[in-house]
C-alpha cells in the first residue's frame, strides 16, 4: 500500500496529499531559509511531484532566485502559509516539491537526514557527530535519501 502524507495551510484553505515515501528530508540554515521561515533554520521535505495533489483554493506563488537556480514558490492565497516550492531553471522544472513540513497533519516522523548551508547556521547551533552537514549546498545526489524509520 502506498503511504499517503496530507496537510494544509495554517487556515486550511489550501489541502493536499503526496503519495510515497518522501526523497529526502533536511534542514537549511541559509539566510534565505532563516528570513523566509521566521526561525534560525527552514525545513524541507522532497516529494516526488507526480503523487502530488491540491484541494481547496489554488495556492499562488511568486519566483525567487537563490543559490544559482529560481524557485517558485507557493502560499496559501488567504493567510499567507508557505506550503511548498520548486526549483526549475531555463531547461525545466525539476519532477520534485519541497514541501514545509510544518504543514503536514502528522510530522512526528521527521528527521532531516543533513543540514545544508551551515556556513550561515546561528553561532549557537550545534551539530552531532552523526549528522551530515554541508557548508553550502551539496548536488543533490551527494544528500542523504530518505529512509524510513
Same mark, same amino acid.
Given at each position: ?12 484553505? %489550501? ?100 543540514? %545544508? ?33
Amino acid at each position: 500500500m502506498t503511504k499517503r502524507h496530507t496537510g494544509a495551510c495554517q487556515c486550511g484553505a %489550501v489541502t493536499y496529499e503526496a503519495l510515497g515515501d518522501p526523497i529526502m528530508i533536511f534542514a537549511c540554515h541559509c539566510t534565505i531559509c532563516q528570513r523566509q521561515s521566521g526561525a534560525a533554520f527552514g525545513m524541507a521535505v522532497v516529494f516526488d511531484g507526480a503523487g502530488f495533489t491540491l484541494t481547496g483554493k489554488a495556492p499562488d506563488h511568486f519566483v525567487r532566485p537563490g543559490h544559482g537556480r529560481d524557485f517558485r514558490c507557493y502560499f496559501c492565497p488567504a493567510c499567507g502559509t508557505r506550503l511548498y516550492h520548486q526549483w526549475f531553471t531555463a531547461d525545466g522544472d525539476y519532477p520534485f516539491l519541497s514541501v514545509k513540513p510544518g504543514t503536514l497533519d502528522d510530522t512526528s516522523w521527521l528527521r532531516p537526514g543533513c543540514h %545544508v548551508w551551515t556556513r550561515h547556521a546561528q553561532p549557537w547551533m550545534r551539530f552531532g557527530d552523526d549528522e551530515v552537514v554541508f557548508a553550502e549546498q551539496p548536488d543533490l545526489d551527494a544528500m542523504p535519501k530518505f529512509a524510513a524509520p
